[in-house]
């Protein structure tokens, strides 16, 4: 069984940070493009961070992510995180890793694309909160 096992969500204040992490059971996040997702309360689920397979690929992220967020993968332990710092209200939502099938670099579009991924999280709570 291909899954994901998320952990790291939780409430913190305006400013603060959280790490989440995902570990891939069942597949091996080399073959993988992998990407953080968010979806808030009464709205469609958006793309955060993802990259390709490959040591080299290049990171993408939302505009709401870029100098906040940053998303990392450690394929040796077939995990992968989001860093999450300076963290507003507006950052509150379910957030879901997933993974996509792709030993290719795929383009930015296709990278940030809800509906290419295939293996989802279970998504973990984060929120902001004074």
């Known amino acids: 069984q291909l899954q994901f096992v998320e952990s790291g969500g939780g409430l913190v204040h305006p400013g603060g940070s959280l790490r989440l992490s995902c570990i891939a059971s069942?597949?091996?996040?080399?073959?993988?493009?992998v990407g953080w997702f968010r979806q808030a309360p009464g709205k469609e689920r958006e793309a955060v961070s993802c990259?390709?397979?490959?040591?080299?690929?290049?990171?993408y992220y939302s505009d709401s992510a870029k100098g906040r967020f940053t998303m990392s993968r450690d394929n040796a332990k077939n995990t992968m995180f989001l860093e999450m710092n300076n963290l507003q209200p507006e950052d509150t939502a379910v957030y879901y890793c997933?993974?996509?099938?792709?030993?290719?670099?795929?383009?930015?579009?296709?990278?940030?694309?809800?509906?290419?991924?295939?293996?989802w999280g279970q998504g973990t709570q984060v929120t902001v909160s004074s």
């Open positions: 997933a993974a996509r099938y792709s030993i290719f670099t795929i383009s930015q579009d296709l990278c940030l694309q809800t509906s290419s991924y295939a293996i």
């Open positions: 069942g597949f091996t996040l080399d073959y993988y493009a």
């Open positions: 990259t390709s397979s490959g040591g080299n690929s290049d990171t």
